[in-house]
């Protein structure tokens, strides 16, 4: 069983912290959603920041349309952290095959094993549309998430800046 203890400081609590001891730019990442959290993060110290999930339910997005619907139907407590899909720490939104990993208790391979031998599981589940064997990779505000289009999308992540 992997007993590494994960620290759970969100990026709005480490952010000014790390800011404060170094003298580097810090792209910001988790939980950025809209402009206001884009501002947020600028304040507290981040020289720029990377967005994902807002991106998962874009109409050019070739998610499935499980993982799609998953997304926007996520609430605020609906992502985890998990190894079972990856074998690397991932916040994803929990599904059924997470929970029985989890529940099994059994020790999941390193990264690169653990990826491949679940490759093609997760291909497969993608291709036919079966969110328990999808790995749900969004942060902690996928709900927040919006059907647009990428430029909609963009237009509206700048429109306050």
């Not at 992997?2 to 730019?25: K, M, T, Y």
């Not at 507290?44 to 967005?51: D, F, N, T, W, Y």
């Amino acid at each position: 069983m992997h007993d590494e203890v994960l620290p759970q400081v969100g990026l709005f609590s480490l952010l000014p912290q790390i800011a404060d001891e170094v003298n580097v730019p810090l792209l910001a990442a988790g939980g950025i959603y809209d402009s206001k959290t884009i501002n947020a993060a600028l304040a507290l110290g981040a020289s720029g920041v990377q967005i994902g999930t807002p991106f998962i339910t874009a109409h050019e997005s070739t998610a499935s349309e499980a993982y799609k619907t998953a997304v926007l139907n996520a609430d605020d407590t609906a992502t985890v952290l998990t190894r079972a899909f990856s074998g690397r720490w991932a916040r994803g939104i929990a599904n059924e095959f997470m929970k029985e990993m989890d529940a099994a208790g059994l020790e999941i391979p390193y990264y690169t094993l653990q990826n491949q031998l679940m490759a093609p599981v997760r291909s497969f589940a993608q291709q036919n549309n079966i969110k328990d064997f999808i790995a749900l990779w969004a942060g902690q505000s996928a709900g927040k998430s919006k059907r647009a289009s990428t430029d909609a999308i963009i237009k509206a992540l700048i429109s306050y800046l």
